[in-house]
């Protein structure tokens, strides 16, 4: 019964009060239950997102955070923007000033992150990638891959075929070419058929 409970009010309550108060949220926003936006004026949220159960959310002034369209998280992941300066002269928790972290994290179209994933400053995540469950995500991970790992490492091209990478961008009206991508694979050293 409490579960129960718990999911209305998420759905109900929760989300609505979030929705209001994100800088900016699209159409069919998705917020698993027991999951919770800290300083949501900060996050962007691009239109069908989906996020698990349990999911933690939090970020500043200075570490906004952009998702776009149809990404999807699965359940326990966590977004954390911000740091602290480890070169403060005192114990880091009273050192108020946050200008030394600024840096955006970046989760753009058809992303699907694994469950217990964490992402924190300094990550892009390249259109329609995925990232394997339990992940840290640190850094920049070109569009189309499959990348997973402590820290994240790129482990393959989504596709094993240059036809089914175009397809794909036409059928997601892509803002990139298959040229584009194709060019970051390689340097990766992944070729297609």
Known sequence: M???????YNKIVYRSLIKLKLKYV?????????????????FSIGDNFYCGPHAYFVTNINNPVYIGKYVMFGPKCNIIG????????????????????????IIEDGVWVGANTTIINGAHIGEGSVVGAMSLV??????YVIAGGIPVRVLKP??????QLENTLINTQSKYSSDQILSLHRELGFNYV
């Open 2 to 8: 409490r579960y129960l409970i718990e999911k209305i």
């Open 26 to 42: 699209g159409r069919n926003f998705r917020l698993g239950y027991h999951s919770e936006i800290l300083n949501p004026e900060f």
């Open 82 to 105: 911000g740091n602290h300066d480890y070169r403060f002269e005192g114990f880091m928790s009273n050192n108020s000033n946050i200008e030394h972290s600024k840096t955006k994290i």
């Open 138 to 143: 640190n850094k920049f991970i070109p569009p």
């Open 158 to 163: 989504r596709f094993s075929q240059k036809s």
